[in-house]
């Protein structure tokens, strides 16, 4: 597991808010032409392995994306300070007084600040508390000397910079994993893994399989472009969302039964369980409400192939994010199996 986490802290340290994930990208590409694959970098940005397997006839595609949730600057305040534009969907207090970094586009340059709303301090403000957060109130404060817009804009900062979050990624010795972006850079983290161990071991996969690094999932059209006319099987490898009335946890392998897209093909589910059970890998079957993946992206643009969504089960998705070590060892597990597995 080691190699898996090494990559997981790796990718977790590049910045990639979906649209700015050039940088993430260039890592891939390096890091697959040094493992020995010829990596496509599609227009739309993301990162293609096609690995040929024994039958070129039917493919598979399994995806993991590395886009994650961030901003844009909004506006500049009067003070100084940055009004943020959300990319992806998250609540307001899920980022608030994280560390960020502005991307400045003028400069190349970074800025960091911090993520407030603006009547944090408590002995200034009565409802500190208990004001809604909303795209008016929260903002960046800068860390530079500046206190009305003309000083900031002279920092290069306009309209559009992306804005990052401090991923705080921490690997305890108890084996939690505790960071932001969990979702997805844990299953990007394990196709790149499988993908090493494939092409040190050369191990011939039964199916051409094109493994798909995608970049623009948070916002709802990841990988559902590019699919090869021979695909049948579309295997999303994304979070394992958890919360009442969920019975994935953060030590075994989430199989998602149906999504607010609606049901995963079923028999593509039923091959997966009984992949698990024959290889006694630890899962949990479930529901995720207010959920949506690169498979059930690529069916609404029109794919037709068998679709199916598991991963790793991430605790306080979206957020501050926790899984344990075990369950991406399970994880692991069965997106090998079934990559050598017969089809569905
Ligand atoms: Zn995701």
Redesign the pocket.
């Known amino acids: 597991m080691q190699e898996t986490i090494n990559y997981l802290k790796k990718l977790t340290s590049i910045v990639s808010p979906t649209g700015y994930t050039k940088g993430v990208a260039d890592y891939l590409v390096e890091e697959l032409e040094g493992l020995g694959y010829n990596p496509i970098r599609t227009n739309k940005g993301g990162v293609n392995v096609v690995v040929v397997g024994k039958d070129n006839s039917k493919h598979r595609v399994v995806t993991a ?1 590395v886009d994650t949730l961030g901003a844009m600057v909004r506006a500049v305040k009067p003070d100084g300070r940055l009004k943020l534009a959300k990319v992806g969907g998250y609540p307001w207090n899920m980022i608030e007084g994280e560390n960020c970094l502005v991307h400045v586009a003028s400069t190349g340059k970074t800025v960091s600040g911090t993520i407030l709303v603006h009547q944090t301090s408590t002995h200034v403000y009565r409802d500190a508390g208990t004001v809604e957060r909303t795209e008016d109130n929260m903002e960046v404060r800068l860390d530079a000397k500046v206190t009305n817009e003309k000083e900031t804009r002279e920092l290069g900062i306009d309209v559009g910079d992306f804005i990052s979050f401090d991923p705080r990624t921490i690997v305890t010795d108890t084996g939690f994993i505790k960071s932001r972006f969990l ?2 850079k844990v299953s990007a983290a394990i196709l790149l893994d499988l993908l090493r161990i494939y092409k040190e071991e050369n191990v011939e996969l039964p199916y051409t399989t094109h493994f798909m690094f995608s970049v623009f ?2 916002v709802g059209h990841g990988a559902n472009s590019s699919l090869p006319k021979e695909a049948v099987e579309y295997l999303a490898v ?2 394992g969302a958890m919360g009442d009335d969920q019975q994935t946890d953060e030590y075994t392998v989430s199989i998602c039964v149906k999504d607010a897209s609606g049901p995963y093909n079923y028999e593509f589910r039923n091959h997966l369980v009984n992949l698990a059970k024959e290889n006694k890998i630890e899962f949990k079957l479930d529901i995720y409400p207010y959920y949506g993946s690169d498979a059930s992206a690529a069916m609404r643009a029109g794919a037709e192939v068998k679709h199916a969504l598991l991963g790793a089960g991430i605790e306080s998705s979206h957020s501050y994010e926790r899984t344990h070590v075990d369950s991406v060892e399970q994880t692991h597990k069965l997106v090998n199996a079934y990559l050598r597995s017969s089809l569905v």
Do not use: N, Q, Y
Request: proline share 0%; net charge negative; glycine share 0%.
């Open positions: 994306h979702d997805d999932e948070e994304d979070m």
